[in-house]
């Protein structure tokens, strides 16, 4: 039987997850609010076990997580491409940086709605005022 080979351009699935993670550490490493983030995202699973969440509070908190970090790297690879395509200054490269942070912005503000909306009703449950 003969071995199936990727068309050209096309990974392993293996290396495709290579590449991804590569990616994640690369946003990791180089971005402070990426770092700033997770602190947060720690932070948050920490209170969530304290105050011992229902599985539809934790699914709340996982998705703005994710949509969070997945933000901040899609605003990074906006960064990158720009800063590519337009090493000096120019007026459409603003826009593009600023519109990407105003995505991570948007998200960021929804998660922290969600989590006090999630978080104090957990903490007056928990108290027994609920």
């Not at 071995?3 to 690369?26: M, R, V």
């Not at 491409?81 to 912005?105: F, M, N, Q, Y």
Request: hydrophobic share 60%; aromatic share 6%.
């Amino acid at each position: 039987m003969a071995k199936k080979t990727n068309k050209p351009g096309q990974s392993s699935l293996p290396a495709a997850f290579s590449f991804a993670i590569q990616g994640i550490a690369y946003t990791v490493r180089s971005q402070r609010n990426m770092r700033i983030h997770l602190v947060v995202a720690v932070l948050a699973v920490i209170a969530g076990f304290v105050l011992c969440l229902s599985a539809v509070e934790w699914s709340v908190i996982v998705i703005c997580i994710a949509l969070v970090l997945a933000t901040e790297m899609l605003n990074t690879a906006i960064e990158a491409v720009v800063d590519l395509a337009s090493p000096e200054l120019h007026p459409k490269a603003k826009i593009a940086k600023d519109v990407g942070a105003g995505i991570v912005l948007i998200f960021a503000l929804l998660s922290v709605i969600s989590g006090l909306i999630v978080f104090v009703n957990a903490l007056i449950r928990l108290v027994g005022f609920g």
